[in-house]
Structure formats: structure tokens, C-alpha cells
């Protein structure tokens, strides 16, 4: 049965939503999905409030163009993100350990499947794979020194 849980603090920024799928792979993709999207739309509305204020103009037009805009932004990050977390979650159980190679195939896999659907040559696919697992390989470094 599907739920979900919000919860949050003056304390901490933290905010957690919980959709059960019934299957850890599914929460984590749909969870990575949702988490990151929001921040790409947020971080659209946020942009677009400060240009539509700079220039003075705050018109239905602007209004729905933001919301059209927030959308697509929210969506491609959110399907990148969850991809990821999907990549990851599924070398872990692959290779039956948590460490950070995961995060490393997680990133090459998701660097080369969104590079490949937008039709890409074959060299872009190959350095966008490389940036990929590199910058999650670099985050997961990080994520062990805190």
C-alpha cells in the first residue's frame, strides 16, 4: 500500500518524503526523482522571480512561461537524478557491496544514457560517460569525509 511521510524542522533543512513502491529499487529512483526535480524547479522559479522583478515586468506571459519552464527543468533533472540513483542501487546489488565503484557505474551509465538520447556523436557520449562517473565518483569521495 503505498504512503508517504513529511516531515520537518525549524532546526534543520531537512525535508523527507517517503512514496513506498513496494520495491527499493522503485523508492529510490522515484525518490531521487522527486528530490531533485524539486530543486531544479525551485531553482527556475527562483531565477525567473529575480528577472521579472529586475526587469519590472510581471505579466500572465511571464507568469506561465516560468511554469512551463520550471517543468521541463524539474523533469530532466529529476529523470537524470533518478536514473542515477537507480544505476547505483542496481550495481550495488550487482556486485553485493556498497562502496564507491557503485557510484562511479552509477555515474558513467547515467552520463551515457542522457548523453545518448540527445543524440549525441559517439566521442560527446564517451566524455559525457567519463564526467559522469567522475563527478559521482568525486561526490561520493566527499560524502566520506563528513
Given at each position: ?110 552520463g551515457a544514457l542522457i548523453s545518448a538520447v540527445t543524440n549525441n556523436g559517439r566521442d560527446k557520449v564517451v566524455t559525457d560517460a567519463i564526467a559522469g562517473g567522475a563527478i559521482a565518483t568525486a561526490a561520493e569521495f ?5
Amino acid at each position: 500500500m503505498p504512503h508517504s511521510r513529511f516531515s520537518g524542522s525549524v532546526s534543520t533543512p531537512k525535508v523527507d518524503v517517503a512514496i513506498d513502491m513496494g520495491n527499493p529499487f522503485l523508492n529510490l529512483t522515484v525518490d531521487g526523482f522527486l528530490k531533485i526535480g524539486t530543486v531544479a524547479a525551485t531553482r527556475v522559479a527562483t531565477e525567473e522571480a529575480y528577472h521579472m522583478i529586475k526587469k519590472g515586468n510581471i505579466s500572465s506571459h511571464n507568469f506561465e512561461h516560468t511554469l512551463k519552464k520550471m517543468c521541463k527543468e524539474g523533469a530532466y533533472w529529476g529523470t537524470v537524478a533518478g536514473l542515477y540513483v537507480g544505476m547505483e542501487y542496481g550495481a550495488e546489488r550487482i556486485r553485493g557491496t556498497s562502496d564507491w565503484k557503485n557510484a562511479m557505474i552509477g555515474g558513467v551509465v547515467t552520463g551515457a544514457l542522457i548523453s545518448a538520447v540527445t543524440n549525441n556523436g559517439r566521442d560527446k557520449v564517451v566524455t559525457d560517460a567519463i564526467a559522469g562517473g567522475a563527478i559521482a565518483t568525486a561526490a561520493e569521495f566527499i560524502n566520506y569525509l563528513t
